[in-house]
Structures are given as C-alpha cells and as structure tokens.
C-alpha cells in the first residue's frame, strides 16, 4: 500500500476478497488451510488466463497486458510450479502407490496426485500424463 503501486494493490485486495469470500462459504468462524488458499488463488489464475485467450481473440492486448500482469503478481503468492522431470515422477509415484493398472483406476491416482500437486501443476496437464501412463 505504502509503495504506491496500484495494480500490485488491487490485485491483493481482490485476491483477499476471494479468500474471504470462500470462508463464508465454509462456515460460520471457518478458516481456509493452506491448500485451500492456494486452491482459490490458482482458480484467480485460471479465470485470468481464460481472460487473456478471450481478450487476444478480440484483438485486446492493451487487456490482455493488464490481465498478464495481475496473474504475474498472483503466481508471486503460489508454490513453484512443478517441472516437467518431477511432475512424471509424481505421476510415476502415484501409479505404484496406488496399486493402479488400468485407466478405469485414474480417478484414485489423480486423487493422490491432487494433494501432492496442489496449486503446483495444472490438473489438465497432470490428467493427460495420467492418461498416457495408464494407457502403456
């Protein structure tokens, strides 16, 4: 607040919102844990990257720019991104743990998966490498 930078500001204030917002939503006196937290803050960085597709389609870029900035900002608050490398072991690590043999059994890996990668990979992403893994 003190350094005058406005979007950096607002971009905070929305993102506390959201946190607030979800909450209220949990219950009465409720707090969010950590991996709820990250949890809202990657779906604001989601909807801000459908934001940025469909501003580029409009042939806005002076909002698509903003909108890049804000996420930049966001992605400062959130855990590494896992790589590639260790986002296959994790994936590798799941299938073996969990005993899966068939893509009938994907629900349980990615539901392993889900807590060791939350906030860190984007489940698409970590679906497809499923899929690919369970279909050798």
Known sequence: MRSGNKDRLSIIRMAL???????????????????EVISVLSGMVRKIDESIEQF???????LAEKENRERQILKEYLPRPLDEAELD?????????????SSREMGVVMKWLTSHTAGRADNRLVSQKVKARLGE
Not at 23 to 32: P, S, Y
Not at 56 to 62: F, H, I, Y
């Open 89 to 101: 072991r994790l994936v590798a690590e799941a299938v073996r743990e969990t005993g899966a043999k």
């Open 17 to 35: 919102s959201a946190i607030r917002n979800a909450e209220i939503e949990k219950g009465k006196g409720a707090t969010l844990t950590d991996s």
């Open 56 to 62: 580029e389609k409009g042939g806005r870029t002076d």
